[in-house]
């Protein structure tokens, strides 16, 4: 990047979020650590602890959302770029079999927490001096091709393509950019079980081949590092070989 920016990264205790969190801080970035674990907050910020804000926030609750972006001015003043990422799903089930509960726990992550989030970084980016920035969500395949069992994880990453688009013409006469990254099996906690099988559109059972999450966190800090009058609207980045073009 040209210069010295401020980044928030939720869901950074672990996965895509950490991976890029600690590519940001070794590109010599000050970053906001933030995610419900303190402890692994922690674990990243030793990178640089000087250039670290370690903020737990549950992405899904508006008070701490709102925490968040006081501690963020109360430490640097200003904000640069947001990876919208913190989210959230569940093991392959049926609509029918999906209760009440468990389709709010992930709609109140993957959606409401990003909405709250980027809702907290456009007021933030439009009255600092000089204004603008630019939010990048994290949307996932699922955002074009879902997998079978999948109803609350797709139709929320379907979500995320809406706000990104809304975002994007509402950020225009504030400087505000926003795009989003889809991506497909990056090696994290995630997908462990993707070794051991994964469900198919056909029925079957399958291992499906993963990628190194370094390669998300290159493409984040790629579209991190562009001028606010460039934009990567979407991209999309996955493992070579996995289902993805009709799930097959």
């Known amino acids: ?19 890029c969190a600690e590519a940001f801080l070794a590109a010599g970035h000050s970053v906001v650590l933030a995610a419900r674990g303190q402890d692994k907050l922690a674990s990243v ?13 549950d992405v899904s609750d508006p008070a701490q959302v709102d925490a ?18 913190a989210g959230r799903g569940l093991p392959a089930t049926e609509i029918a079999d999906i209760s009440w509960d468990d389709w709010r726990r992930v709609v109140s992550v993957n959606l409401d927490g990003a909405f709250l989030v980027a809702r907290g970084a456009f007021a ?10 630019r939010i990048i969500n994290n949307g996932s395949i699922s955002a074009h091709v879902p997998r079978v069992g999948s109803v609350p994880y797709t139709t929320t990453k379907h979500a995320i ?3 990104t688009r809304t975002l994007s ?20 906690e995630m997908t ?21 999450v370094a390669h998300v966190a290159s493409s984040v800090l790629h579209m991190a590092s562009l001028p606010l009058d460039a934009n990567v609207q979407f991209m999309t980045v996955m493992a070579t070989k996995m289902p993805y073009i009709g799930r097959g």
């Open 192 to 212: 462990d079980a993707f070794a051991r099988g994964v469900p198919q559109a056909d029925g079957s059972l399958r291992a499906e081949p993963v990628m190194d």
């Open 169 to 188: 013409l509402d950020g225009r006469k504030h400087d505000i950019a926003c795009g989003q990254i889809d991506i497909g099996n990056a090696a994290s």
């Open 45 to 57: 910020a030793r990178i640089a602890p000087d250039r670290a804000l370690v903020q737990p926030c």
């Open 68 to 85: 968040l972006f006081a501690a963020i001015q109360a430490r640097f003043g200003r904000l640069d770029v947001v990876f919208n990422n």
């Open 161 to 163: 393509t809406g706000l």
């Open 124 to 133: 933030m980016m439009r009255a600092q001096d000089p204004k603008g920035g």
């Open 1 to 19: 990047m040209t210069r010295h920016k401020i980044v928030l990264i939720t869901g950074a205790s672990q996965g895509i979020g950490r991976a």
